[in-house]
T-cell receptor, first 110, second 115 residues
Framework: GIQVEQSPPDLILQEGANSTLRCNFSDSVNNLQWFHQNPWGQLINLFYIPSGTKQNGRLSATTVATERYSLLYISSSQTTDSGVYFCAVATNQAGTALIFGKGTTLSVSS | DTGVSQNPRHKITKRGQNVTFRCDPISEHNRLYWYRQTLGQGPEFLTYFQNEAQLEKSRLLSDRFSAERPKGSFSTLEIQRTEQGDSAMYLC?????????????FGSGTRLTVV
């Protein structure tokens, strides 16, 4: 089955710093989503981005489908950005049976 | 709309007992998914419904697990004869097939502890 690798596994930042999280996947995908799991366990959908670039406030994401990777950029990080960031992919557009990576754990300190 | 609602939030049960969880998706979403997450791991897919039809099941979903979505609205996930290995967070998500956006909305999950 499709493999999803996220890097780095852990990231520690000072408030205000920028960061880039990477997601590599082993096969063509029609559905790619980034999620943030906050310290209380709630998974929040950040982006649905099977290809191209999207921005939402301080967050942006780029997926280069032909090269099988996606990047999540966090600018001017805040303590509320702390948590685990997951990349999830599926080979069908409907996104059934999303395969999640192991996540990047981000800790932002003030 | 209050998002995806899951009940109960926490469940502690003795090994061998049956448990049932409920998920109420976003009302206009026709797709509903169940995932399981253990500590330190990403969520793992269990099963998927489109309306009332269960269209996909993971090999993770043993015979002790059953899910239903009567009338295409809320869904239940039942685990029979629970085992300690069933201890996990059970997550429900929903999405819509009609608007070209296939992003999921997750509920807060039900944390199951089997003692």
């Amino acid at each position: 089955g499709i493999q999803v690798e996220q890097s780095p596994p852990d990231l520690i930042l000072q408030e205000g710093a920028n960061s880039t999280l990477r997601c590599n996947f082993s096969d063509s995908v029609n559905n790619l989503q980034w999620f943030h799991q906050n310290p209380w366990g709630q998974l929040i959908n950040l982006f649905y981005i099977p290809s191209g670039t999207k921005q939402n406030g301080r967050l942006s994401a780029t997926t280069v489908a032909t090269e099988r990777y996606s990047l999540l950029y966090i600018s001017s990080s805040q303590t509320t950005d702390s948590g685990v960031y997951f990349c999830a992919v599926a080979t069908n557009q409907a996104g059934t049976a999303l395969i999640f990576g192991k996540g990047t754990t981000l800790s932002v300190s003030s | 709309d209050t998002g995806v609602s899951q009940n109960p939030r926490h469940k502690i049960t003795k090994r061998g007992q049956n448990v049932t969880f409920r998920c109420d998706p976003i009302s206009e979403h026709n797709r509903l998914y169940w995932y399981r997450q253990t500590l330190g791991q990403g969520p793992e897919f269990l099963t998927y419904f489109q309306n009332e039809a269960q269209l996909e099941k993971s090999r993770l979903l043993s015979d002790r697990f059953s899910a239903e979505r009567p009338k295409g609205s809320f869904s239940t996930l039942e685990i029979q004869r629970t085992e300690q290995g069933d201890s996990a967070m059970y997550l429900c998500a929903s999405s819509s097939s009609g608007d070209g956006f296939y992003g999921y909305t997750f509920g807060s999950g039900t944390r199951l502890t089997v003692v």
